[in-house]
């Protein structure tokens, strides 16, 4: 984020005081502390279009679900002629058959995006995050999914964990709504480091810190978590959580 962007966020809206320095300083100790804690050999998961497809499946469905979900669709319909061809009616009933919630949706969604990218982009997935946007069921945090683990590109995607995490380590105020969560970060951490900070938070996210009892005292970062000192409070968070959007 360059610099004059700053002027759209606010230091005033965190619980405590520290400088933008002392913000950026601390936020590259937890990233490069959370790579030693969850290190991965390779980030890049994936080509473009599954992944995209993927993003679309585990909107609000548990990860076990949205890879089983997703290599059935593609055992079936192994290429995005296949799965534009289909059917809406028939992929909706896969996903329904395995689990998926919002399987109507979803359904139309995977459809619809395959036969756009079929016709608009000759079938390639954009690398760019307003045309990403543009396709049916891929907001923001999809979009920069796709860059990130589709291309391999720097891009910082915001789930639950991520606005969670960033809010109780202070690197994000903890009242604002979780699409706001982004620029903080992309402020505060090193370009270079963007595409390690959403695998590494929800590997966080679910093994420590837990939405319900998270395990402060045998946290690696609890001597840089502003939660941990008493800084910022549960009710903050879930305050701007029960405000979120889609």
Not at 21 to 44: H, N, Q, W
Not at 48 to 62: A, D, N, V
Not at 106 to 127: A, F, Q
């Amino acid at each position: 984020m360059a610099k004059n962007s700053r002027s759209s966020l606010s230091l005033e809206r965190f619980t405590f005081n520290e400088s933008w320095d002392g913000k950026r300083d601390r936020a590259f100790k937890i990233v490069k502390k959370l790579m030693e804690m969850y290190p991965r050999r390779k980030i890049l998961q994936g080509e473009p279009y599954f992944t995209l497809i993927r993003c679309i499946i585990s909107q609000r469905t548990k990860d076990e679900t949205t890879d089983h979900a997703s290599k059935v669709l593609f055992e079936r319909y192994p290429t995005i002629e296949d799965i534009s061809s289909a059917k809406i009616e028939e992929i909706q009933r896969l996903l329904k058959e395995n689990g998926v919630g919002l399987w109507k949706t979803k359904g139309r969604w995977i459809v619809e995006t395959s036969r756009i990218l079929l016709k608009k982009y000759e079938g390639r997935v954009p690398d760019n995050i307003e045309e990403l946007m543009k396709l049916p069921g891929i907001g923001r945090k999809c979009a920069n999914i796709v860059l990130a683990y589709g291309f391999g590109y720097q891009a910082i995607p915001v789930d639950t964990h991520v606005n969670r995490i960033s809010k109780r380590l202070g690197l994000a105020p903890p009242r604002i709504a979780p699409e706001k969560v982004e620029e903080y970060l992309r402020e505060l951490i090193p370009k270079n480091l963007w595409i390690y900070v959403n695998h590494a938070m929800v590997d966080h996210g679910k093994r420590i810190c837990r939405p319900i009892n998270p395990r402060c005292e045998e946290c690696p970062l609890k001597e840089l978590c502003s939660y941990a000192r008493g800084l910022v409070k549960e009710e903050d968070i879930k305050g701007s959580t029960n405000r979120r959007r889609h």
